[in-house]
């Protein structure tokens, strides 16, 4: 049995792990080692890239600057998850402000140190990176279409320091690019609808409260349909092996996504559509090993 001190301390754990949103910091993880191995480093032998120091290194600081990320925002916007995600904020809670800022700044300075381990370059792209999160966080957030459209730029920002890293600049990679950009910025659109109402208590002017719910279907709608250009090119264009299975489920999904979107108007309706899209986000991560199944016994 766990003392009543193992038992706050453990609380506390998933409370820091819950802020930073640990699930999601491994899925990026994840998807940048399969980027390099699939798409950027496609052509180097397979050990080269798992055991490269300084890819390590850039992974681990894009780890640590996202953490970082989640706990500034958390603390931006900390009164507004009281009304849009109350458990979720309850928890979140269970770990004090002062600790999540002294975590924040020491995440920041590790991945700093993380950088200087590769170049001087690094060290300035996750500067300007981390600056980039907290004026985000502070500012932008607030603001219809440039918050959306900065938030979306962080999302990938991670993969554009190891794109920047292999000197990768194959038009295939700038499809793939594309279409994983208007799937989070589809995201990030849906979830403003999801939280309006505590966007509305907040003054925050997004753009479902700026213009309305119908405006932001019609660009959901827009956006949904822009899917389709890189998705052509990537099935018809370009040899993405048997990945071509995810982007016609990714076509089903959106098509799903669309008819559910015009009849959704509560918050729980908008959160199904925030999970779909979600999900095909993240199967999308995953069906990168479909790009070439043999890709371990071949390059070994």
């Given at each position: 049995m766990l003392t009543r001190r193992?038992?706050?301390?453990?609380?506390?754990?998933?409370?820091?792990?819950?802020?930073?949103?640990?699930?999601?910091?491994?899925v990026v993880?994840?998807?940048?080692?399969?980027?390099?191995?699939?798409?950027?480093?496609?052509?180097?032998?397979?050990?080269?890239?798992?055991?490269?120091?300084?890819?390590?290194?850039?992974?681990?600081?894009?780890?640590?600057?996202?953490?970082?990320?989640?706990?500034?925002?958390?603390?931006?916007?900390?009164?507004k998850d009281l009304i849009n995600r109350p458990i979720k904020s309850r928890l979140d809670r269970l770990v004090s402000q002062n600790t999540k800022l002294s975590f924040y700044f020491v995440l920041n300075f590790i991945a700093v140190i993380m950088?200087?381990?590769?170049?001087?370059?690094?060290?300035?792209?996750?500067?300007?990176?981390?600056?980039?999160?907290?004026?985000?966080?502070?500012?932008?957030?607030?603001?219809?279409?440039?918050?959306?459209?900065?938030?979306?730029?962080?999302?990938i920002t991670p993969f554009f320091a190891i794109f920047m890293?292999?000197?990768?600049?194959?038009?295939?990679?700038?499809?793939?690019a594309i279409f994983l950009f208007l799937m989070i910025s589809m995201r990030e659109l849906t979830k403003d609808l999801e939280n309006i109402k505590g966007d509305i208590a907040q003054n925050y002017v997004t753009i479902p409260v700026a213009?309305?719910?119908?405006?932001?279907?019609?660009?959901?709608?827009?956006?949904?349909?822009?899917?389709?250009?890189?998705?052509?090119?990537?099935?018809?264009?370009?040899?993405?092996?048997?990945?071509?299975?995810?982007?016609?489920?990714?076509?089903?999904?959106?098509?799903?996504?669309?008819?559910?979107?015009?009849q959704s108007k509560t918050k729980i309706q908008y959160l199904i559509l925030h999970n779909i899209l979600k999900f095909i986000i993240l199967a999308g991560v995953f069906s990168i090993l479909l790009i070439d199944v043999s890709v371990i016994l071949n390059r070994i």
């Open positions: 193992q038992k706050h301390i453990l609380l506390k754990f998933f409370s820091m792990f819950s802020v930073i949103r640990g699930y999601n910091i491994l993880v994840i998807a940048q080692y399969l980027t390099s191995i699939y798409i950027l480093a496609h052509d180097k032998p397979l050990k080269q890239v798992v055991l490269d120091l300084n890819l390590l290194m850039l992974v681990l600081a894009s780890a640590a600057t996202i953490a970082a990320g989640y706990i500034i925002n958390s603390f931006y916007d900390s009164e950088a200087s381990y590769v170049s001087f370059k690094a060290v300035i792209f996750f500067s300007l990176y981390i600056f980039g999160i907290w004026f985000y966080s502070h500012k932008l957030k607030k603001m219809p279409f440039v918050g959306n459209l900065t938030s979306a730029i962080l999302t890293y292999y000197k990768n600049f194959e038009t295939v990679i700038f499809v793939h213009y309305g719910e119908k405006t932001s279907k019609i660009m959901l709608t827009i956006l949904a349909v822009l899917t389709i250009i890189p998705t052509y090119l990537l099935l018809y264009r370009f040899e993405v092996g048997h990945m071509y299975l995810f982007f016609y489920l990714s076509f089903c999904l959106l098509v799903i996504f669309l008819f559910l979107l015009w």
